[in-house]
């Protein structure tokens, strides 16, 4: 069983940055490929960013890249994401979620097994 808590979203400006985090519970996490989700309003939920367990495979959807970074802490069972020049349109609940198989987060082979409950952010112009 893995728990996820996101935390660090918030309103910020148009170009600000932002980190958000996800703490894990569970002796395992080591053994689970990593991801972030986001959710607008009105919209279907979409992948961000996945990482997977040892961190030497990350992916990304092509919106996010070259301004988003995903990584992971092993060791505090932490896996975080820093946003860099943010836009309007990153404006959702962003979602951690968890699953054994790289090909769930990073392929959408199956629905990621753990998720956390959200965190908001903000984009405003």
């Known amino acids: 069983q893995v728990q996820l808590v996101e935390s660090g979203g918030r309103l910020v400006q148009a170009g600000d940055s932002l980190r958000l985090s996800c703490a894990a519970s569970?002796?395992?996490?080591?053994?689970?490929?990593m991801g972030w989700f986001r959710q607008a309003p009105g919209k279907e939920r979409e992948f961000v960013a996945a990482?997977?367990?040892?961190?030497?495979?990350?992916t990304y959807t092509d919106s996010v890249k070259g301004r988003f970074t995903i990584s992971r802490d092993n060791a505090k069972k932490t896996v975080y994401l820093q946003m860099n020049r943010l836009k309007p349109e990153d404006t959702a609940v962003y979602y951690c979620?968890?699953?054994?198989?790289?090909?769930?987060?990073?392929?959408?082979?199956?629905?990621?097994?753990?998720w956390g409950q959200g965190t908001q952010v903000t984009v405003s112009s």
């Open positions: 990482i997977s367990w040892g961190a030497s495979s990350t």
């Open positions: 979620a968890a699953d054994q198989s790289w090909g769930a987060l990073s392929k959408g082979w199956h629905t990621p097994e753990y």
């Open positions: 569970g002796r395992t996490f080591s053994s689970y490929a």
